[in-house]
């Protein structure tokens, strides 16, 4: 099976890690800390390494030592800004994939160019809030966003998404709202509501539990394309 980097092991990166490293796959987890021991003994046959996305230096030192004992097949990046300004945005979805997508480039170029071995394939975690639209339209992937409609924040965003899709065989993932365990803010909203509930207006919204979302990025790890 391929052996898959995560990077931004959070919420999300930790579940793709434990299903992945359960389903058989060598599973490295790059993030900004050491795990605690509880993390660590919950996610027995997990490589962790301390990766700080911003810093060039040390994501093409990480990247390299991973190199030096396994084959990276497959990257998944589910790094998420830590908080909501424009700065952080573009700290999390341009610049840390900018950083790493040149650390591959720097530390398997030269393997790629020498034989047939494709580089490693990049999946991007990148979230649906690229959609300015806000009037109840379906909405697919074949849609054409307008930059100009969107936030700093957001564009920052798609930034990231032309970097990665320049790039053979990368994908993009665009998640809605990720829910599951210590995330239910709507559930417990919709329980605390008078029953029975007058609704005037049909209001959507789109979202995806974190285990489904960690079975899509292994899938598009595992896939060949």
């Not at 029975?196 to 285990?211: D, F, G, K, S």
């Amino acid at each position: 099976k391929p052996t898959i980097l995560v990077i931004g092991a959070g919420y999300l990166g930790k579940v793709v890690c434990r299903i992945a490293s359960d389903a058989g796959h060598q599973v490295f987890a790059a993030r900004r800390s050491q795990p605690s021991p509880g993390e660590s003994s919950a996610l027995p046959l997990v490589h962790w390494h301390a990766m700080d996305v911003l810093d060039p230096v040390q994501v093409r030192d990480v990247i390299g030592i991973i190199a030096g004992v396994a084959r990276i097949d497959s990257v998944i990046y589910c790094v998420s800004a830590g908080a909501g300004s424009v700065e952080a945005y573009h700290d999390a979805y341009r610049h840390g994939v900018s950083n790493v997508l040149a650390a591959l480039d720097s530390v398997f170029g030269a393997t790629v160019q020498k034989s047939d071995v494709a580089l490693p394939r990049f999946i991007f975690v990148s979230s649906t809030g690229v959609y300015p639209e806000d009037e109840g339209q379906w909405l697919d992937e074949f849609h054409q966003i307008d930059p100009d409609r969107l936030p700093a924040a957001q564009r920052a965003i798609l930034e990231g998404e032309a970097l990665v899709t320049a790039r053979d065989g990368a994908v993009v993932a665009r998640f809605s709202g990720i829910y599951g365990p210590g995330r239910t803010r709507l559930l417990t909203m919709a329980r605390s509501l008078p029953d029975p509930l007058i609704i005037e207006e049909i209001a959507w919204t789109n979202r995806i539990h974190v285990v489904d979302g960690a079975r899509a990025l292994i899938h598009l790890a595992s896939i060949e394309c």
